[in-house]
């Protein structure tokens, strides 16, 4: 059974604040759904105020992480700014553990492509040596890479050590025209 009300006021604020909790939810709705421009907004004092300050406060840090997530996707995708990374916000937690995933799979993706680079650029200078004396790690951080990553690692290695095999290797004879001898070079 619910309990009514005891006087006028009881009244008019059981209604703001049921109106207060509605407007939360259709909010929380729409965050939820990926608008994140949505905020609460309850009077002051209200029963729901300190609630609204928190939910606000949380799309606002997600909000935050979403921009700065963009910037560093722009930064390494469009501007091939390969160190950039996403720097933490307030919060700790899956906030954080966030931000370090993100940063971990940059990692994992920026540092075998770039000692392919450097490989890659000594070897159409002609510096073969140098290239061969620069393998590109199988490992990052320890774990060994996979997929596509390894397979592309493997294919500069690869070439790498093609090229430092040809450049050592003796000269072939030259070829001689059919019927020429080799004293003349002519018939």
């Known amino acids: 059974m619910t309990q009514r009300p005891t006087s006028m006021a009881d009244a ?18 729409s965050v939820r759904d990926g608008d994140l421009r ?9 029963p729901i105020a300190q609630l609204a300050t928190v ?3 949380i799309v606002d840090r997600e909000q935050a992480l979403h921009a700065e997530l963009g910037r560093v996707a722009k930064a390494v995708g469009r501007d091939g700014r390969l160190g950039a990374r996403v720097a933490p916000g307030p ?15 940059l ?3 920026v540092l075998p492509m770039q000692e392919t680079s450097q490989v890659v650029e000594l070897l159409s200078e002609g510096k073969l040596r ?7 790690d199988h490992q990052v951080d320890g774990r060994t890479l ?3 990553v390894l397979r592309h690692v493997r294919g500069v290695n690869r070439l790498t050590s093609q090229q430092l095999q040809l450049h050592e290797a003796p000269p072939l004879p030259r070829a001689r025209a ?10």
Request: glycine fraction near 12%; hydrophobic fraction near 35%.
């Open 146 to 148: 996979r997929g596509d």
């Open 55 to 57: 939910v606000n406060e």
């Open 107 to 109: 990692d994992n993706l």
């Open 178 to 187: 059919p019927g020429s001898s080799p004293a003349s070079g002519r018939r």
């Open 91 to 105: 919060g700790g937690g899956s906030w954080q553990r966030t931000v370090e995933s993100v940063n971990g799979m």
């Open 38 to 46: 949505r905020r609460l907004d309850v009077r002051p004092g209200s």
């Open 12 to 29: 008019a604020v059981d209604e703001a604040t049921a109106a207060e909790l509605a407007e939360a939810l259709r909010t929380l709705r």
């Open 130 to 136: 140098e290239a061969a004396a620069v393998p590109v």
